[in-house]
T-cell receptor, first 113, second 112 residues
Framework: QKEVEQDPGPLSVPEGAIVSLNCTYSNSAFQYFMWYRQYSRKGPELLMYTYSSGNKEDGRFTAQVDKSSKYISLFIRDSQPSDSATYLC?????????????FGRGTQLTVWP | DGGITQSPKYLFRKEGQNVTLSCEQNLNHDAMYWYRQDPGQGLRLIYYSQIVNDFQKGDIAEGYSVSREKKESFPLTVTSAQKNPTAFYLCASSIGTNEKLFFGSGTQLSVL
């Protein structure tokens, strides 16, 4: 079993839709959870960062962490064509090796006008 | 502007050849990393370095080598021992033990 599971999609939605992206994980020691956005052939950029369980909101983006279910989500409201990208979840335990992020495979999202 | 610069953007390797990918950062970050990205497989850690003159193997270090002689620079050499080098290579850095990684724009390596 992989440490982090993420449905690769592709996911295609119309402009204005609410998008839900999800990851599950197996290591209960993970405490730090991140979502990266990656445009085609570019480096990933950090989108959301959360610690432990709960919700975090930033503009149109909301990250949720449910540690009891080992499940994290990213919601995008009022999706725009510019949101079309691959979204990678990542997580780690601060007690683990420095920089040892565990990444999901990424979900490819297309928002059409 | 502060950031991470990877070069070249595209690189081609012949059979039996070693090639070196450059990564330079001016963020004054202590830690630097190399990840490999294959289609549909996510990112896999090759090597990382916490401080100058020190580096550690990641999950897929075989066929790769690195050096960290300067804080700003962390070059990756893909040796002839790496039999399947075609991939998108990403360099990243972070402040100390901070989990927030900043990535470069990547190098696409292909085999001729």
């Amino acid at each position: 079993q992989k440490e982090v599971e993420q449905d690769p999609g592709p996911l295609s939605v119309p402009e204005g839709a609410i998008v839900s992206l999800n990851c599950t994980y197996s290591n209960s020691a993970f405490q730090y959870f991140m979502w990266y956005r990656q445009y085609s052939r570019k480096g990933p950029e950090l989108l959301m960062y959360t610690y432990s369980s709960g919700n975090k909101e930033d503009g149109r983006f909301t990250a949720q962490v449910d540690k009891s279910s080992k499940y994290i989500s990213l919601f995008i409201r009022d999706s725009q064509p510019s949101d079309s990208a691959t979204y990678l979840c990542a997580m780690t335990n601060r007690g683990s090796t420095l920089g040892r992020l565990y990444f999901g495979r990424g979900t490819q999202l297309t928002v059409w006008p | 502007d502060g950031g991470i610069t990877q070069s070249p953007k595209y690189l081609f390797r012949k059979e039996g050849q070693n090639v070196t990918l450059s990564c330079e950062q001016n963020l004054n970050h202590d830690a630097m990393y190399w990840y490999r990205q294959d289609p549909g497989q996510g990112l896999r850690l090759i090597y990382y370095s916490q401080i100058v003159n020190d580096f550690q193997k990641g999950d897929i270090a075989e066929g790769y080598s690195v050096s960290r002689e300067k804080k700003e620079s962390f070059p990756l050499t893909v040796t002839s021992a790496q039999k399947n080098p075609t991939a998108f290579y990403l360099c990243a850095s972070s402040i100390g033990t901070n989990e927030k990684l900043f990535f470069g724009s990547g190098t696409q390596l292909s085999v001729l």
